[in-house]
């Protein structure tokens, strides 16, 4: 079965650090690019970051940039997400999904992770930040 399963959320105190993890089973994550992308109760969904598939292009929205940083482990199939200097506007779902596209795509996109690109979402994990 072709999946991405999220993990690492939780509850953390404003300023604390999460990482999350995004897990590839059933096909191998080295040809796609990964999104990651997070829904605030009564709001849509956001592109926070993505990564192209070689890795060499990282996008992020403004209101993470400096405070995330995404990677990945083609070799361990994973994808991940430092989140530090958290806010208890970062409390939301946060999601991964995957993308067939080229590293140039993903450049051309600029900061943004168009989620109209990505698809075969995972169940998300839920991050709350709050004292």
């Known amino acids: 079965q072709l999946q991405l399963v999220e993990s690492g959320g939780g509850l953390v105190q404003p300023g604390g650090s999460l990482r999350l993890s995004c897990a590839a089973s059933g096909f191998t994550l080295d040809y796609y690019a990964i999104g990651w992308f997070r829904q605030a109760p009564g709001k849509e969904r956001e592109g926070v970051s993505c990564?192209?598939?070689?890795?060499?292009?990282?996008n992020y929205a403004d209101s993470v940039k400096g405070r995330f940083t995404i990677s990945r482990d083609n070799a361990k199939n994973t994808v991940y997400l430092q989140m530090n200097s958290l806010k208890p506007e970062d409390t939301a779902v946060y999601y991964c999904?995957?993308?067939?596209?080229?590293?140039?795509?993903?450049?051309?996109?600029?900061?943004?992770?168009?989620?109209?690109?990505?698809?075969?979402w995972g169940q998300g994990t839920q991050v709350t930040v709050s004292s």
């Open positions: 990564i192209s598939s070689s890795g060499g292009r990282t």
């Open positions: 999904a995957r993308s067939p596209v080229t590293d140039r795509l993903v450049a051309d996109w600029g900061p943004r992770c168009p989620e109209a690109a990505f698809g075969s």
